[in-house]
């Protein structure tokens, strides 16, 4: 059984910075594509980014390019997605998923089987 837990959400100011965390066990993250989501309140559950298995070739929304850094460490088996320069419309519930495929072509939900319970996070202004 797969399970994804996340951690590292929280309450930040405009321009700050957080690491989320994904601690995977069921799936080895190095061979499979992780990606990243975000729900803000009333709003679709919408792509930030994902990393492929294998070389770890990472991918990116438009909105957190040059913000955002996702990365892993295979010997924890933990994804991780670095946030700066952090902007209050980036308040969201943020999920962790697994895929079944080694590369993810673009950015739907469909491709992942597997999803965390998600964790909270606020930019203030």
């Known amino acids: 059984q797969v399970q994804l837990v996340e951690s590292g959400g929280g309450l930040v100011q405009t321009g700050g910075s957080l690491r989320l965390s994904c601690a995977a066990s069921g799936r080895t993250v190095s061979s499979y594509a992780m990606g990243w989501f975000r729900q803000a309140p009333g709003k679709e559950r919408e792509f930030v980014a994902h990393?492929?298995?294998?070389?770890?070739?990472?991918f990116y929304a438009d909105f957190v390019k040059g913000r955002f850094t996702i990365s892993r460490d295979n010997a924890k088996n933990t994804v991780y997605l670095y946030m700066n320069s952090l902007k209050p419309e980036d308040t969201a519930v943020y999920y962790c998923?697994?895929?079944?495929?080694?590369?993810?072509?673009?950015?739907?939900?469909?491709?992942?089987?597997?999803w965390g319970q998600g964790t909270q996070v606020t930019v203030s202004s």
């Open positions: 990393i492929s298995g294998g070389e770890g070739i990472p």
């Open positions: 998923a697994a895929s079944t495929y080694m590369m993810v072509v673009g950015t739907t939900s469909g491709p992942y089987d597997t």
